[in-house]
């Protein structure tokens, strides 16, 4: 039985102090190189100068298609060999390197990284006290004069060949973050850079190998397949090495991110900030939801408002005898597979839902349905609301939840219950439980495992839910009808007003005039009374007076 360890809390693990202790596990270390021969030489060269028995310590060099054709230089591990892949592409290098390794631990390097004496065996202190570890290297940069071969060999402290050197700033920030990855298990995997990090053998093989479709970005997908496979990852500060030059990243970072994150949002379902489209489907969904394929009206209850909920980012597994099925045509209603059959027609053409005929497995490469970091299991007749799996999935992220029992219904015949997994949680419980131990119990241990209240979360039976959505039903025919009525009243009293608007013009108008004959009548007024004594009233001002009159 394998040490538990609880999320990625690494720190409760008790590495031996390096030096004191006897290794038995043999490490594969893959270098892919291009070009560059004076460096691999310096690379050659640390690792022939480590204290990790030479015995156990395989090097590949895999040339991807230099020129001239690399060699292995006279300082070098007895057990260096060189492999050529003329396929270009770093990862289809590692990957080349990976199929023929034979150790129990691949280790990754750059053919620009020098290791330390004791890198290696920093590394393989850890892989000796779990089997689902990966451990990276603390990388310096220097752009110091690189010395010989046979200077780095014989070096007790590469400092003080490589000095002054810089550290990843962006790795130290990361584990300033995240409390050394302790606190934020959900980041941890972003740590696996191939500069220098290890990874258990058997661990990596369930993973998968690098993915060639990747531009850049591979190393932070495969540390993400990593983690839902188990891993728990180790940032040493022992395990020391020398970057010969700046990184790509640290040389062009802006370019880099643009580039990796327009391949590794449709895989990494947990770098949520790349999947702000609220519609779009992904190649590896957050969420996979799995219902037991039986009677039509109950799974299309359950299925549909899956679909319908606040979390779009979810894909549904169908699980039933699809492939037995051979619908009745001439009488299809006494098909005794109808419900089946309905279930099928359907969801055909529904790209998020998928027919499985078996309990799918929690594939992390090469498949139709790459893993995803949660999977709801979902009794069909069970409604869920439209934000309960969003809450749900805050309630396992943020607590680190390894799974959420959430309760349906309780009787004399037993529990209903669905089921939030989180794939990491399981991939790491059936490696570190006993034979006859609940994979359940092994996750309560590594991760912890909650009951919650299926009703505070919102789920409902199906005939509750269809008569929920029949009073929602009336209730939205109600509001529109009496949209229709105040709809209608609008237009009648924008009519209305439409009349006074009129009407005030056209008094608007008369009252114009009216100041116009007015003002003429005080011209003429003005006139007479120049012309008459003031005295003698004119008939002009007895005029004025009756049209004033007239006007009252």
């Not at 004399?412 to 669905?418: C, E, K, L, Y």
């Amino acid at each position: 039985m394998s040490a538990r360890v609880k999320g990625n809390d690494y720190t409760t693990l008790r590495p031996p102090r390096l030096g004191s202790w006897t290794p038995s596990l043999t490490v594969s270390v893959v270098v892919p190189a291009y070009n560059g021969q004076r460096k691999l030489d310096l690379t050659l060269a640390g690792l022939a100068a480590q204290t990790y028995p030479q015995e156990l310590l395989e090097v590949i060099v895999v040339d991807n298609g230099s020129a001239p054709a690399l060699t292995l230089g006279e300082t070098r591990p007895e057990l260096a060999r060189l492999i050529v892949c003329d396929t270009p592409g770093r990862a289809d290098a590692r990957n080349a390197g990976l199929a023929a390794s034979t150790g129990d631990v691949i280790h990754w390097l750059d053919s620009d990284v020098v290791l330390e004496r004791d890198a290696l065996e920093a590394h393989m202190r850890w892989h000796h006290l779990a089997p689902y570890l990966v451990v990276a290297t603390h990388l310096r940069f220097t752009s110091a004069e690189p010395p010989s071969p046979e200077v780095v060999a014989a070096a007790d402290d590469l400092a003080k060949l490589f000095e002054p050197a810089e550290p990843h700033q962006w790795l130290i920030d990361l584990l300033e973050r995240t409390g050394g990855l302790v606190d934020d298990p959900h980041r941890a995997f972003s740590l696996h850079v191939g500069g220098a990090t290890s990874v258990n053998a058997r661990l990596l093989h369930r993973a998968g190998p690098m993915d060639v479709d990747l531009v850049l970005g591979q190393d932070t997908e495969l540390g993400y397949r990593l983690a839902q496979a188990g891993a728990v990852f180790v940032p040493d500060p022992e395990a020391r090495g020398y970057h010969l030059g700046p990184s790509m990243r640290m040389r062009d970072k802006a370019p880099i991110d643009r580039v990796s994150h327009a391949y590794v949002a449709d895989r990494i379902p947990s770098y949520r900030w790349l999947r702000s489209h609220p519609t779009r489907r992904w190649k590896v969904p957050y969420v996979q939801v799995v219902v037991e394929a039986g009677g039509y009206d109950e799974v299309r209850a359950t299925v549909d408002a899956v679909l319908a909920g606040t979390v779009p980012d979810v894909s549904v597994e169908l699980v039933g005898p699809w492939d037995s099925l051979t619908p009745e045509r001439r009488a299809p209603l006494t098909d005794p597979d109808l419900d089946l059959v309905l279930i099928r027609g359907h969801y055909a053409h529904e790209a998020r839902v998928r027919l499985a005929t078996a309990d799918p497995p929690a594939a992390l490469f090469g498949t139709d349905t790459p893993a995803g970091p949660y999977r709801l299991r979902l009794p069909a007749g069970w409604v869920p609301g439209e934000d309960s799996l969003a809450r749900l999935l805050d309630l396992a992220r943020e607590q680190g939840y390894g799974l959420l029992n959430v309760l349906l219904d309780e009787s004399a015949d037993g529990i209903v219950a669905a089921r939030l997994e989180r794939t990491a949680a399981f991939s790491r419980a059936a490696i570190v439980a006993g034979p006859d131990e609940d994979l359940d119990d092994a996750v309560h241990d590594t991760f912890g495992v909650l009951w919650v209240d299926g009703k505070s979360f919102g789920f409902t039976p199906e005939a509750t839910a269809i008569q929920g959505r029949r009073s929602a039903y009336r209730a939205r025919a109600e509001a529109a009808a009496e949209v229709a009525k105040l709809k209608k009243e609008a237009e009648r009293l924008r009519g209305q007003i439409d009349k006074w608007r009129e009407e005030a013009g056209r008094w608007r108008k008369s009252a114009v005039e009216f100041r116009r004959e007015v003002g003429s009548l005080r011209r003429e007024l003005a006139a007479a009374k120049k012309a008459q004594p003031a005295a003698q009233p004119t008939g002009l001002a007895t005029s004025l007076r009756r049209v004033l009159r007239r006007r009252r």
